[in-house]
Antibody
Framework: EVQLVESGGGLVQPGGSLRLSCAAS????????MHWVRQAPGKGLVWVSR????????NYADSVKGRFTISRDNAKNTLYLQMNSLRAEDTAVYFC?????????????WGQGTLVTVSS | QSALTQPASVSGSPGQSITISCTGT?????????VSWYQHHPGKAPKLMIY???KRPSGVSNRFSGSKSGNTASLTISGLQAEDEADYYC??????????FGGGTKLTVL
């Protein structure tokens, strides 16, 4: 059974940093692109970032470019999102999602999400 | 990276059919057959319902179908059931390995 479990969320002050993790199991993690998607309170889903299977290719939404870094450790079956210079508008539930094997396709499995709150 | 446009809400009675539209541009929806649709019950993990515009993952009811015309994709749910009540999001590949979601549509089963 495919499982994605996010962790690392919490309350952080504006300008602060946080690192999210996503532990994957039930599939060959190193074969799949992975993504982060977020949902601000009362708002819709927003794509944040993706990383290819070997970790050498990454892309970001304009809203987080230069502040967030996606990475992965295929030996540990874990995806990460390093978030720096956090702003109030980054407050959201952050989901990790598995990309379909057709690399530009949809996201076929999701975690339950972890809440990040940016507030003083 | 502007969000795709979806109606904020739609509703229907059990057994009826509804359609949710998703309008993008020639840079995303119109350029690729890579629109996906997600069902999201708040507090739970989103679920993939349609991928590549019209394909259903294994286990998804054939009451769910997808289509596209030009810059607009659509999700149709036939034979509405109470458990279909949820938020629905479209998403399109948007070039250069980026993706864009729609604003979401709240489906109410009356």
């Amino acid at each position: 059974e495919v499982q994605l479990v996010e962790s690392g969320g919490g309350l952080v002050q504006p300008g602060g940093s946080l690192r999210l993790s996503c532990a994957a199991s039930g599939f060959t993690f190193s074969s799949y692109w992975m993504h982060w998607v977020r949902q601000a309170p009362g708002k819709g889903l927003v794509w944040v970032s993706r990383i290819n299977s070997d970790g050498r290719g990454t892309n970001y939404a304009d809203s987080v470019k230069g502040r967030f870094t996606i990475s992965r450790d295929n030996a540990k079956n874990t995806l990460y999102l390093q978030m720096n210079s956090l702003r109030a508008e980054d407050t959201a539930v952050y989901f990790c999602a598995r990309g379909q094997l057709a690399a530009a396709g949809g996201f076929d499995y999701w975690g339950q999400g972890t809440l990040v709150t940016v507030s003083s | 990276q502007s969000a795709l446009t979806q109606p904020a809400s739609v509703s229907g009675s059990p057994g009826q059919s509804i359609t949710i539209s998703c309008t993008g541009t020639s840079s995303d929806v119109g350029s690729y057959d890579l629109v996906s649709w997600y069902q999201h019950h708040p507090g739970k993990a989103p679920k993939l319902m349609i991928y590549e515009g019209s394909k259903r993952p294994s286990g998804v009811s054939n009451r769910f179908s997808g289509s596209k015309s030009g810059n607009t994709a659509s999700l149709t749910i036939s034979g509405l059931q109470a458990e279909d009540e949820a938020d629905y999001y479209c998403c399109s590949y948007a070039s250069s390995s980026t993706w864009v979601f729609g604003g979401g549509t709240k489906l109410t089963v009356l």
